[in-house]
């Protein structure tokens, strides 16, 4: 086992490993659980403690918590042993993700993210052993702070328009260009970065090229400020006649469209996993809340109205659960799940903005303050209806999975 700390850290890895059952446990066996035990102790004393400094302060410290999630191993829980990982499948790494909603904020479950599952699929995938050992690695023991260069101002969830550019000359690529919406981009230490590295077609002329942060000709033009996932640093950043050496290809030239494509199916996955917790927690809040909160000498929650609707609410958050549970069960046997990635994360994008709009108003003018977590979860949550995708695009994919899209 070679998660970073050694001692009861690699004995509980171990002896995961050794327990695991099949996919279709759905994620929820005791090997879970025992998994998600772990983390909470470190959220609860390594994070959630500071939540309300750092979401003032507009910034978290990243290595600083990485460094201890990667201690722990909660960074690389389904990447391979040989580079600091658990070796675990998939369903574990969303096991963490269900439990990081436990964060009393989005931001730092966003970061978590980025780092564990968004930044690092096709490096582990498809990347060189000898890029592995430089970036994968540090990245899962939290020694790098990792971002993904996809996003630019004038194309998001429309990858195949973007125009940073990476040019071939010599045994060097010459990156321009620019990237927007870059979460953890002012403390990053390297970007998965998306540019076209030739003038094909669009679906063929971009490749995927781990980009060292430090490099003459990155800008980090500015952090931008935030309605939510304040705590969570994201940045616009440019890039001018910058050189990296063509080793850091990911894969193959021209392959980067078809790499990002995959890595959005563990990316979506993991969005919907860290909002389940959330929005439970909301509900189960807002209970206690409605149940003491007295309008006309009666408690709020006594209405039919609203304890009807908050049993709805429920209902529809563990359907979506059960939505994801059956998408990763597939996708650990080794099946595509664009198409149910895509139905989970156009549902979670809209039950958190349901969930959390609804619940807020059960709470009446203490809904709109800053004491409450409704409050900060209705402005973090709803970055669930663009982030990873917006309600369009997984409207297209699934029609398009479902051959309902008319022929051009």
Not at 130 to 159: H, N, R, Y
Request: hydrophobic share 40%; aromatic share 8%; proline share 4%.
């Amino acid at each position: 086992m070679a998660l970073r700390g050694g001692g009861r850290w690699a004995r509980l890895g171990s002896a995961l490993r050794g327990r695991s059952s099949g996919p279709r446990d759905g994620g929820d066996t005791p090997q879970h659980r025992d998994l998600r035990a772990a983390l909470r102790k470190i959220i609860d004393k390594e994070i959630n403690p500071f939540v309300d400094k750092w979401e003032e302060e507009g910034q978290f410290p990243a290595h600083k918590v990485f460094k201890t999630l990667g201690q722990a191993g909660f960074l690389g829980v389904d990447k391979p042993t040989e580079y600091g990982g658990m070796g675990l499948d998939f369903s574990y790494n969303i096991a963490v993700a269900e439990e990081l909603g436990n964060i009393r904020c989005g931001g730092i479950p966003m970061a978590i993210g980025v780092q564990a599952g968004m930044a690092t699929p096709a490096l582990t995938r498809f990347g060189s052993d000898e890029l592995k050992k430089q970036f994968l690695a540090p990245t899962i023991a939290g020694d790098f702070v990792a971002c993904l260069g996809i996003s630019e101002p004038g194309a998001g969830s429309d990858v195949a328009n973007i125009k940073t550019t990476a040019v071939r000359k010599g045994d060097e690529y010459v990156i321009n260009g620019g990237k927007m919406w870059i979460t953890s981009g002012s403390q990053a230490d390297w970007m998965c970065l998306l540019a076209n590295t030739s003038e094909g077609p669009p679906h063929r002329n971009k490749s995927l090229i781990c980009l060292p942060m430090n490099l003459p000709g990155i800008h980090v033009a500015k952090k931008i400020d935030k309605l939510g996932m304040r705590s969570s640093d994201t940045a616009q950043i440019f890039f001018e006649d910058v050189k990296v050496p063509s080793k850091n290809l990911i894969g193959e030239e021209g392959k980067g469209f078809t790499y990002q494509m995959l890595q959005f199916q563990e990316e979506r996955l993991w969005g919907v996993a860290t909002v389940l917790t959330p929005l439970e927690t909301i509900i189960q809040e807002t209970i206690d809340y409605t149940r003491q909160r007295k309008v006309f000498d009666q408690s709020v929650l006594h209405n039919q109205t609203v304890h009807f609707r908050l049993a709805e609410l429920a209902t529809e958050v563990e359907l979506l659960r059960s939505l994801l549970h059956r998408a990763v069960a597939l996708y650990v046997e080794g099946n595509d799940v664009t198409k149910y990635a895509s139905m989970a994360k156009l549902k979670a994008g809209r039950l958190a903005r349901e969930v959390t709009d609804s619940c807020l108003q059960f709470w009446g003018g203490m809904g709109f303050t800053s004491e409450v977590l409704v409050s900060r979860f209705y402005r973090d949550l709803r970055l669930m209806s663009i982030g990873g995708g917006t309600d369009e695009t997984m409207l297209s994919i699934i029609c398009k999975y479902m051959e309902i899209l008319p022929s051009k």
